[in-house]
């Protein structure tokens, strides 16, 4: 009889030993979901800007060579033109600046985002109202925010769309750069919140993102952006003031969009 209950006691012992292994487990999981969600971002920020390294080294290499600012071609590989010499001017071909292109990483985008650690990968960013037509949709008339964080939504956000991902060229001027010569610009566009909070805490030591309303005249060429290019000046921007890359925010909500000065003139 003594050793039946001293069985069922050491039974009893397990089952609450493993009662509370169990709870500490869920409790950690539970407090961990905001540093997943931190390191992922962490980790997608670090992507773009190791991809900024090896698009400045691949500059510099050019600019070392001879190459002038005005000759670099900043064609793409999967555009036409790519494979028409002079290569030794072209920043993506081997015998130029040899970089590796590299499309902006889903993880990055504003479309990306993770729940309780599991990843969702949403594809719109815009839920129509009831639209009475085609007609009515194709005009962007009505729609909602996506009940989801993160995603990015603005009455110009279609613009945006065709915008986003990597861009690199020679967009406009920097005030605050050497000349008034426009300056070759790196940007990644429609990022998430989270990763331009974090671009920005790895280069200023700060998550505040700077509101700085129509970017993309500043981030991208006038055929893709749609608007036409302008100078960025520090009071368009004060907090970009002297700073050679940074991740802003077109309002409160987004979108936002990363640059990075790649080649100051």
Not at 79 to 103: C, I, L, M, W
């Amino acid at each position: 009889m003594n050793d039946k209950g001293n069985a069922l006691f050491l039974i009893l012992i397990a089952v609450v030993l493993f009662a509370a292994i169990s709870y500490a487990v869920t409790k950690t999981g539970n407090s961990g979901s905001d540093g997943i969600i931190s390191t992922k971002a962490e980790l997608a920020a670090a992507n773009i800007l190791n991809y900024q390294t090896s698009i400045k080294v691949g500059i510099d290499r050019m600019v070392i060579r001879g190459i002038e600012p005005s000759d670099i071609d900043f064609t793409k590989p999967s555009e036409a033109g790519f494979n028409t010499p002079p290569f030794r001017n072209k920043v993506y071909h081997p015998d130029g600046g040899g970089v590796s292109y590299q499309d902006l990483p889903a993880t990055a985008t504003a479309s990306y985002d993770y729940i309780d650690g599991t990843q969702y990968a949403f594809l719109d960013y815009l839920k129509y109202l009831n639209p009475i037509s085609t007609a009515h949709a194709l005009d962007l008339g009505d729609f909602e925010v996506s009940p989801m964080p993160d995603i990015i939504v603005d009455p110009d956000l279609p613009v945006a769309l065709d915008a986003k991902g990597n861009q690199l060229g020679r967009f406009n001027n920097f005030e605050w750069t050497p000349s008034s010569e426009d300056d070759i610009v790196s940007s990644s566009l429609g990022v998430s919140k989270a990763v331009c909070m974090a671009l920005n805490k790895s280069l200023t030591g700060s998550t505040e993102i700077p509101i700085l309303p129509n970017s993309l005249q500043y981030y991208v060429a006038e055929l893709i952006g749609g608007d036409i290019n302008s100078d960025l000046t520090s009071s368009s921007c004060p907090e970009c003031n002297q700073k050679a890359a940074l991740c802003t925010a077109e309002t409160t909500t987004g979108q936002y969009n990363f640059y990075n000065i790649v080649l100051p003139l």
